[in-house]
């Protein structure tokens, strides 16, 4: 190797000596649609666009990147929408999409494995006419892939009662930040050691890269109805949500709708949406026909208790798809609202939602900028989504700032400045609110612990200690870090 | 402070300066206690025993035995089975048991925070007239402690439904070996960051004290009923686990005898157990009155798809806590067959059960010691008792070499060398057949990530890399280990 070339032109010559010429992108013109990921405002050129197909393939590109010191991007399908897969400059972009392998579904231990490029939705559409399917169920799930879903701990509309990501994967192999291979969770009930699959389950592409999981599949329930109710009062949808869940009801879905997003819904998709009512929530049983009848007419008195206005059931499969409908196409339909929008991700306890929602249209009405509602209320995992003019001078700033205001309310009552869509680049300063200094130290020493030279999706999720002091948003002792070893990060 | 005192003596006396006279025990009279846990056989003496009753004391214990560069075991109640909270020489004792504060139920969140030395049964006790419950039931809830839950992850008979310890705690208070206090997981669905909360729980006492705990309760089912199935096949029996998993259903319980467990629960507790089956499952189903019928007839035609030969349906709770009282007191009862047994604790994917079971069957031939089994089978969490008798020679290195023969087994099969019962100083052995060099090296890592100078816990959970190695059951590379920065642990 020629010792007078940058380490960049080593290692994409290193790369190409392992990789096929078709695996491997250098050009500006094919680096494009690597440019970003889902969050389009934040762009990246990487060094070079890494394509492997196997995971011996991908442990070879980590262990070449490894030795050149040169950082490595890991990426899904794009899907994500804090920026987490945005490349840093002189980063080689690691795609993961071409592990595309399914195994057959192991009926035995109710699983299947897959690698990290399959896509959400391919896996319950081959497991499906077996009578099973994978629960998690991100909005993307069209397009995201696995691997991604595992970065981010993706959750989705039926997440309140079968769980995020990290609780339907049961194993996966994992590559260190040198290639070195982790075989981490089994498929027996607990495995010893530290619960490193669960470490990794959302750590954003910062501690390893998956190359391959087993995923657990659940039996497609019986029936499945959906219950439609609408309120005048948006305080009053949101305590019938606590007390729906406060009676021990686990609905598959328990979603809301404010007024701004029926009205945009309802133009959009045309699916009978009442346009008068203030709020919104579509509830989803799911299970055998007995059961499902039971929690229905709790479910029923409930929200009878708490002054529903108009009370709608789909039984048939049409109906149901019709409805959800709406709740599908609530982001795009806001977005034709305004020439710009501006999605948030937090979560509170469900319990503080009705005084948040009323505090989230005072921070609305205070910056002048309107912000429509549609959300995962069971979960209290709220997405406001700021409308806004970027053409129009500070309004993107303004919303930003609306933004983080709301992610503070978050924290303050007890919640957290992400709910599913990670934190990526675009919440990094949010995350100066959401933990004490001590905390982050934490979480930078786990990175050391995997990646010490910090060349696994560097600047990403945790922000460092110093970004955080200047914010003035972490407190700092007697003037100087808690933990003066950790400067450097 | 007299520097010419050994650490020792200093640290002492700086714990005496900080918690009342009562709360430090120096005396070895008063120690006693403390030398083991319910693993009896391995004992040891600490320099003192600290019992302090705040988070903020505990804090100060922490930050003493840091300064002093003393070892701290951290105990909750003592009734672990694998050693983990055995003194080591030199250490302070922290016993967590009277941290013992409940605060009033959540129930718009539906949990309960509780300090670490609550006992398991007491949270049920104590939410049960208000239709909740605390769901992960270790044998030992009686006495165990949330706080000893945590640290091992402990299961019961009815994880197979609603999880093992990790899936019922909500966030925790932790502190860490310096006596800096960590606040994990939230309330809220997901939490941005990589997951800690997981990480600690079942980390043996390796990475932070908790202090405090969000614990999830459930709404207590309508019903129970359980059936008693027993077969003349030891195979047929395990094939039907696999096939009532297999077809989706989830019992809240699933549990298995064989014929010299059964005999022993039989002249024990006389609950009329069929002394003449090969082995007999237990199988509890609860929810809605429906629910259950409906689950109960797809179980009892499985059963008879399998062979059953005596089935029998407990629907009254009289004769169903019968029925589990034989299961439930199957330890003592097979520890009265001979002078010593030896409790393992291994899992296995259920599939290969009947395999497993035949070899372990096998190994017991071969090294002349009889082995009884009562495990839950549902989960694949085996535990083989093997009887013997301390007072022959050599018996009780057979008991153990067997024991290990039967770990390594599993770890053959897919499966892994504990279930809910901890490493400890028990199984640091069979952690080097577990995992690779590259996967202990990790845990190594995240261990130093938490307690760089290894001060929590010492010698326990994750056997040294030179452990391994002179052990020949680690596959060292070229004559030097992997990691050459790690041969200190």
Redesign the interface.
């Known amino acids: 190797m020629n010792r007078a070339k940058t380490p960049q032109v080593g290692v994409i010559e290193a790369l190409a000596a392992v990789l096929p010429a078709e695996a491997l992108l250098t050009e500006p013109e094919s680096m494009r649609p690597y440019e970003c990921d889902g969050l389009s405002a934040l762009r990246g050129t990487p060094l070079c666009v890494a394509l492997p197909e196997t995971a011996e393939a991908v442990a070879a590109v980590l262990a070449i990147c490894h030795r050149h010191g040169v950082a490595v991007v890991p990426r899904g399908a794009g899907t994500g929408l804090s920026g987490g897969a945005r490349p840093s400059t002189g980063a080689v972009l690691l795609s993961l999409a071409r592990l595309r392998d399914m195994d057959a579904i192991d009926?035995?231990?109710?699983c299947i494995r897959v690698g990290p490029g399959v896509r959400n939705l391919a896996i319950s559409q081959k497991t499906r006419p077996h009578?099973?399917y994978y629960a998690p169920d991100p909005s993307s799930q069209i397009a995201c892939s696995i691997g991604g879903n595992l970065a981010e701990?993706s959750?989705g509309v039926h997440?309140?009662k079968y769980g995020?990501t990290?609780?339907n994967v049961l194993a996966a192999e994992v590559l260190?930040a040198r290639g070195?291979?982790?075989?981490?969770g089994?498929?027996?009930?607990?495995?010893?050691?530290?619960?490193?699959l669960?470490?990794i389950?959302?750590?954003e592409g910062l501690?390893g890269v998956v190359t391959s999981c087993q995923l657990r599949l659940?039996?497609v329930p019986e029936e499945t109805v959906l219950l439609l109710a609408a309120f005048g009062d948006v305080g009053r949808a949101a305590d019938a949500v606590?007390a729906i869940?406060?009676a021990?009801i686990l609905p598959a879905g328990l979603e809301m709708m404010d007024r701004l997003a029926i009205a945009a819904a309802e133009d959009f998709v045309h699916v009978g949406y009442p346009r008068e009512a203030a709020a919104i929530l579509l509830c989803e049983l799911d299970?055998?026909a007995?059961?499902i009848a039971?929690d229905q007419a709790r479910v029923e008195t409930i929200l009878r208790e708490h002054g529903v206005e108009d009370l709608r059931l789909a039984r048939d499969e049409a109906t149901r798809l019709a409805l959800w409908k709406g709740r599908k196409a609530a982001f795009p339909a806001v977005g034709r609202l305004a020439p710009d929008y501006y999605c948030m991700d937090g979560?509170?306890?469900?319990?503080r939602l009705a005084e948040v929602l009323a505090q989230i249209a005072e921070l609305s009405r205070k910056f002048g900028l309107p912000v429509a509602n549609v959300f995962h209320a069971g979960?209290?995992?709220l997405h406001p989504l700021i409308l806004y003019d970027a053409n129009v001078e500070r309004q993107q700033q303004q919303a930003e700032q609306l933004g983080a205001e709301i992610l503070e309310l978050c924290v303050r009552v007890?919640?957290?400045?992400?709910?599913?869509h990670?934190?990526g680049v675009e919440?990094l300063d949010s995350?100066c609110v959401?933990?004490?200094p001590?905390?982050l130290a934490?979480?930078h020493?786990?990175?050391?612990?995997?990646d010490p030279e910090g060349r696994l999706n560097p600047g990403k999720?945790?922000p460092t200690l110093h970004r955080c002091a200047e914010l003035g948003a972490m407190h700092v002792h007697a003037g100087s870090l808690?933990f003066p070893e950790l400067e450097r990060f």
């Open positions: 009926f035995a231990n109710v009578g099973l701990n959750g997440c309140l995020l990290t609780h260190d070195e291979r982790l075989e981490i089994s498929l027996a009930p607990d495995s010893p050691g530290y619960n490193l669960s470490l389950i959302g750590s501690l659940l039996p606590s869940i406060a021990g299970g055998d007995q059961e039971a979560t509170i306890p469900r319990v979960d209290g995992n007890g919640g957290t400045i992400t709910g599913e990670g934190v919440k995350m959401q933990f004490t001590e905390e934490q979480l020493r786990i990175k050391a612990a995997f999720a945790v808690p």
